[in-house]
C-alpha cells in the first residue's frame, strides 16, 4: 500500500512538472488580442491560435479566418505574417502583451486572453 502512494505520488508530481514545461513553451504569439475599445462595437479581435491558424472579428459581424506564420522572432518581438483571402497582413508582436499592425490603416492591438478567445460571434473556429 505503501509503495502505491508513492508511486501516485510520483505519477502526480511528473505530471505536475510535464504541464509546468508544457505552459511554459506556449509561444508569447498565441492569444487573443483586441484593437480599440473592448465595450464598442467597432472593436477588432485578432486571434493566433497555437496551430497556425488566424481569424479576426468585430463582435455581432463575421470572422475572417486565415493562417498565420511566424517570420522572424527576436527577444522582444516577433514579425508574423498572415494570410487571409489571399490578402496579407504583417504583425509586429511585442513581448506577447501587445502587437501592431497594418490592415488599411495602422493598428495596436492589446492582449486580452493567452487562448483563442470568440465574444459575441457565431461559427467560431
Given at each position: 500500500?505503501?509503495?502505491?502512494?508513492?508511486?501516485?505520488?510520483?505519477?502526480?508530481?511528473?505530471?505536475?512538472?510535464?504541464?509546468?514545461?508544457?505552459?511554459?513553451?506556449?509561444?508569447?504569439?498565441y492569444g487573443t488580442y483586441v484593437a480599440g475599445d473592448e465595450k464598442s462595437k467597432t472593436a477588432v479581435y485578432y486571434v493566433f491560435d497555437e496551430n497556425g491558424k488566424f481569424a479576426s472579428y468585430s463582435q455581432f459581424g463575421m470572422i475572417q479566418q486565415g493562417s498565420y506564420t511566424i517570420k522572424e522572432k527576436y527577444e522582444d518581438f516577433s514579425y508574423v505574417e498572415v494570410v487571409v483571402d489571399e490578402m496579407i497582413l504583417q504583425f509586429y508582436i511585442y513581448s506577447g502583451k501587445q502587437c501592431i499592425g497594418y490592415r488599411d490603416d495602422l493598428f495596436i492591438a492589446y492582449k486580452i486572453s493567452e487562448l483563442p478567445t470568440y465574444i459575441n460571434v457565431q461559427g467560431e473556429n
Open positions: 500500500m505503501k509503495k502505491l502512494i508513492i508511486i501516485i505520488v510520483c505519477m502526480i508530481t511528473v505530471f505536475i512538472v510535464i504541464m509546468g514545461i508544457k505552459a511554459a513553451s506556449i509561444c508569447d504569439e
